[in-house]
């Protein structure tokens, strides 16, 4: 299984981007998806998470309003749009696919059991 994150770079503050999430390996439309991020010094955090069905999705309340979570059309490509970007954005993300076994687990790192590389993304200001 292999998770391959693609669309990070550098923005100023208040632009978009989005992040891209495709998972390979096998067919894994029945797992849920999350992105985490990392800061530079800081642990790895949670950021949005999408339940298997498309629906509900989870926000950290730092993103909520500003990130939106979804899944493609082949039901496995999952997407992060992110807007109003702020330089406290900055950081490592991770791309998380996993069966969570209870909405608070979507949450939680534990949750998911493979993991993309990370691809970076600098807000500046």
């Known amino acids: 299984v292999h998770l391959t994150e693609s669309g990070g770079g550098s923005v100023q503050a208040g632009e978009s981007m989005s992040l891209t999430c495709v998972p390979s390996g096998g067919s894994f439309t029945t797992y849920g998806m999350a992105w985490f991020r990392q800061a530079p010094g800081k642990e790895r955090e949670f950021v949005a998470a999408l339940h298997w069905r498309g629906l509900p999705a989870y926000y950290a309340d730092s993103v909520t309003g500003r990130f939106t979570i979804s899944k493609g059309y082949d039901y496995q490509t999952t997407t992060l749009q992110m807007s109003s970007l702020e330089p406290s954005d900055t950081g490592v993300y991770y791309c998380?696919?996993?069966?969570?076994?209870?909405?608070?687990?979507?949450?939680?790192?534990?949750?998911?059991?493979?993991w993309g590389q990370g691809i970076q993304v600098v807000v500046a200001v």
């Open positions: 998380a696919m996993g069966r969570p076994w209870s909405e608070g687990a979507y949450y939680q790192e534990q949750g998911y059991d493979y």
